[in-house]
């Protein structure tokens, strides 16, 4: 069964302060990737924590397809404070919510997930010693291990030099695609959301403003109501829309 997730008029309070209201989505499914974007304190680091049941609030969040430990979130910030290793935490990663004894595929999936995102070779690092975007290619590998269903990453690449941040961006997108897994992720750069989104979502003042196929959304009228900014939209050699900025938006 395809994994689901829909949103049906969903907002968030801070004791009386809402922030975010009135997000209802099409229904999400497994092999898709949604990327939601919008501007500092829009909302989609609140969104994120409502899906994953942190924070309650009104309207439904409606998931199928799932078994009971399916959905994942890895948050904005992924500072530790803990004496494992990179391997120890994979391995309690993939261990949660399940059986505790090790066996084979546990540590398997471990190897995998430690070779797809390339950091093998800091297996045996403590956590307190990587650098910040090793650190989130750490929380991302907790996070992959676990075989989610539904994949709830904020902002998973915004410590990532260049290189790593399109490495991970394609690894996500075909795992998508190979384990029908519902992705959605929270990226500030719309180059990167252009390459790896089919559908993007866009938060502006606690509310969600657009809703389609990336390269429906994401467009110069976008840049300008939204991020204030004059650009336009031009295809790279390999034929992948990328946005060019000209400048602030003229008055
Ligand atoms: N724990 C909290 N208590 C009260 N207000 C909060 C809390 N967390 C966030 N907010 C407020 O909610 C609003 C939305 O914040 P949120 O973190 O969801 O934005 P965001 O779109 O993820 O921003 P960014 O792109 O800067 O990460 C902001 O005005 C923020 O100040």
Redesign the pocket.
């Known amino acids: 069964m395809v994994a689901t997730l829909q949103l049906n008029d969903v907002g968030?309070r801070?004791?009386r302060?809402e922030?975010?209201s009135g997000v209802t989505t099409p229904v999400m499914k497994g092999g898709e990737v949604t990327a939601?974007i919008?501007?500092?304190?829009?909302?989609?680091?609140?969104?994120?924590?409502r899906i994953a049941g942190l924070l309650a609030g009104p309207g439904e969040i409606a998931i199928g397809g799932v078994s009971s430990c399916g959905v994942c979130y890895m948050p904005?910030d992924t500072s530790v404070n803990t004496v494992l290793t990179v391997y120890e935490s994979v391995l309690l990663a993939r261990k949660q919510g399940g059986h505790h004894r090790v066996r084979d595929d546990d540590l398997e999936s471990v190897d995998e997930v430690l070779a797809d995102l390339r950091i093998e070779s800091i297996a045996f690092r403590g956590l307190c010693e990587l650098s910040g975007g090793q650190r989130q290619l750490v929380s991302l590998a907790q996070t992959l291990v676990r075989e989610p269903q539904i994949l709830l990453l904020?902002?998973p690449t915004s410590a990532l030099d260049l290189h790593r941040q399109v490495e991970v961006l394609s690894l996500i997108r075909s795992l998508s695609r190979k384990r029908q897994m519902c992705v959605v992720l929270?990226v500030?750069d719309l180059n990167q959301v252009l390459r790896v989104a089919d559908r993007v979502l866009v938060?502006d003042g606690?509310t969600m403003v657009r809703c389609g196929p990336a390269e429906a959304v994401i467009t110069p009228d976008l840049l300008r109501d939204i991020y204030k900014v004059d650009g336009r939209i031009e295809r790279c050699s390999r034929l992948c829309a990328q946005v060019i900025i000209d400048g602030p938006a003229a008055h």
């Open positions: 968030v801070y004791g302060q922030v975010l939601v919008g501007p500092n304190a829009a909302g989609k680091s609140s969104l994120f924590r904005q904020d902002e929270a500030h938060i606690g």
